[in-house]
């Protein structure tokens, strides 16, 4: 099972491995206090595309897709993120964005879903 959280959020009950997956550290939150358990910061969106898509809605689609091309060449951070799933049962993405529908912690567990293992 994957889940994704927002990082400033508590805790939820089954969260076994925890991995913060954005490029940048949030605001307002000291790494010791974070609760995670792995920061992938490989696996985020490049800046490019985080700059451009901005959280708009109207772009969640294309930046989805856009995602996913840049997520070919990352074959090896999305099997490690499957193979935590399967060892610790539940795998939590930890994001750090307002916008809780269209992110990219989101548009990541779709993909996983989609993943062979």
Do not use: C
Not at 15 to 33: A, C, M, N, Q, T
Not at 95 to 106: C, G, L, M, P
């Amino acid at each position: 099972m994957i889940k994704i959280r927002r990082i400033y959020d508590p805790e939820e009950t089954g969260e076994h491995y925890k991995v913060f997956i954005d490029r940048l550290w949030p605001r307002g939150i000291s790494k010791e206090k974070a609760g995670w358990n792995e920061w992938m910061k490989e696996i985020s969106p490049s800046n490019e595309l985080r700059k451009w898509y901005n959280h708009d809605p109207a772009r969640w689609m294309e930046f989805k897709q856009l995602y996913k091309n840049e997520l070919i060449q990352k074959q090896d951070e999305l099997e490690k993120l499957k193979l935590l799933e399967i060892k610790f049962g539940t795998l939590t993405l930890l994001f750090s964005s307002r916008e809780k529908k269209y992110n990219n912690a989101v548009a990541l567990r779709e993909i996983l879903m989609e993943q062979p293992i």
